[in-house]
Every structure is written in structure tokens, then in C-alpha cells.
């Protein structure tokens, strides 16, 4: 079962805009993660927000937590092309358990 | 390595036979995930296993599908009688400190 969900699915902006994808989840957690997917290959892991943080930061990402709405969004600010990619987010299910579900997934095209 | 192997890295196979996928994760890591991704969705929570506790089972798709990890280490998935929807990437990743280090994938075809 998936325990988040992306939206949107997909999305294409041109260089140097900002691109926000959000991830809502079922259950409460105890930490949401971000991944990012190029094409074909494993996952590699971006940033990781706690349930008791509302906003983290890292380069040019930010990602946002609203344990209260069961929500996430990832900001990636000033694009790139490199940043063409597929973005999921990553949840447990809170209660004594590493058990990790991840999202459908936003698969953003970035045009130079 | 440094980082998680996956092997093969590609299996054709015929609809019927068994298959075998093999994982290392990385040294030291105790957690160790298995998940499946069908072209173009996302990841399907398949197994996981942490440290020397019983594996959380519960996104196995059928009792085809049966995964071990001897030593704490490696660990190999097995699907039996394979079908063509079994037709996917199985990522392994490894875990730490909160975070997957996963492998590239095994990509299985069932003709």
C-alpha cells in the first residue's frame, strides 16, 4: 500500500523557476524523507525532516512539514536542467517500526 | 564497495522459472529494505529486515516471493514460478542513520 502521495505527478518548468511538489501521508510519523530518482537508477536520498520540524534547509532545497495536515511540500529553488528528475517522499508509519513507504512520486522535467 | 550491489543487474527470464536477486549492503549497516518498482510508478514496499529481529514480511505480493539475509549481510530474493507481472526493478537499499543507500536495481523481464 502507499502510505504518501505526490502531487502533481508530473510538472515542467524552465530554468531558473522555482518547482514545489508536495506529499501527503496517511499515517503519523515519526520522520519524512525526500528522494530524488534519475532516470532508470537507484534513489538517492536528499533531506530528511523530523515530525517535530516544520522547515528544513539544505542548498537550494527546502521542504516543509505539517504534521497537522498529514503533508509535506519540497521546494527546489532556482532549477537547473541537472534537477530533471523523479522526486518521491519517504515516510514510516510512526509506531516502533523502520518499516519505510514512499509516495508515487513527481517526475519533473526542467527546460534550459 | 562503498556503496550497495545489486546483482544481476538484468535477468530475462521465461514465465515458470525461478529467479534469484542478490543484494550487498553496505558494511556496518543493519537495516536492509526491499522494494519493487514497475516502469514508471513508484516504489512497493516489499521486506525489510533489522538486525538480527524476524523481517517485517508484509508487502510480499504472494508467497512466490521469499527473501533471506544470512550473516546480517548479504540477502538474496527469490521468486518462484515466476509471471509476467512479476516483470519490474527490485531495488535494495541499505539503512542508516535514517537514511537508504540503495543499490541500482535488478531489472527482471518474464517473457
Known amino acids: 500500500s502507499q502510505q504518501g502521495e505526490e502531487d502533481p505527478q508530473a510538472l515542467s518548468i524552465q530554468e531558473g523557476e522555482n518547482a514545489t511538489m508536495n506529499c501527503s501521508y496517511k499515517?503519523?510519523?515519526?520522520?519524512l524523507q525526500w528522494y530524488r530518482q534519475n532516470s532508470g537508477r537507484g534513489l538517492v536520498h536528499l533531506i530528511l525532516?523530523?515530525?517535530?520540524?516544520r522547515e528544513k534547509h539544505s542548498g537550494r532545497l527546502r521542504v516543509t512539514l505539517d504534521t497537522s495536515k498529514k503533508s509535506s511540500s519540497l521546494l527546489i529553488t532556482a532549477s537547473r536542467a541537472a534537477d530533471t528528475a523523479s522526486y518521491f517522499c519517504?515516510?514510516?508509519?510512526?509506531?516502533?517500526?523502520?518499516?519505510?513507504?514512499f509516495g508515487t512520486g513527481t517526475r519533473l522535467q526542467v527546460f534550459p | 564497495g562503498a556503496g550497495v550491489s545489486q546483482s544481476p543487474s538484468n535477468k530475462v527470464t521465461e514465465k515458470g522459472k525461478d529467479v534469484e536477486l542478490r543484494c550487498d549492503p553496505i558494511?556496518?549497516?543493519?537495516?536492509l529494505y526491499w522494494y519493487r518498482q514497475s516502469l514508471g510508478q513508484g516504489l512497493e514496499f516489499l521486506i525489510y529486515?533489522?538486525?538480527?529481529?524476524?523481517?517485517?514480511k508484509s508487502g510480499l505480493p504472494s508467497d512466490r516471493f521469499s527473501a533471506e539475509r544470512t550473516g546480517g549481510s548479504v540477502s538474496t530474493l527469490t521468486i518462484q514460478r515466476t509471471q509476467q507481472e512479476d516483470s519490474a526493478v527490485y531495488l535494495c537499499?541499505?539503512?542508516?542513520?535514517?537514511?537508504?543507500?540503495f543499490g541500482e536495481g535488478s531489472r527482471l523481464t518474464v517473457l
Open positions: 519517504a515516510t514510516d508509519e510512526g509506531y516502533n517500526t523502520d518499516k519505510l513507504i
Open positions: 499515517t503519523s510519523i515519526n520522520n
Open positions: 525532516i523530523r515530525s517535530n520540524e
Open positions: 558494511s556496518g549497516h543493519t537495516a
Open positions: 529486515f533489522q538486525g538480527n529481529s524476524a523481517p517485517d
Open positions: 537499499a541499505s539503512y542508516k542513520y535514517g537514511e537508504l543507500f
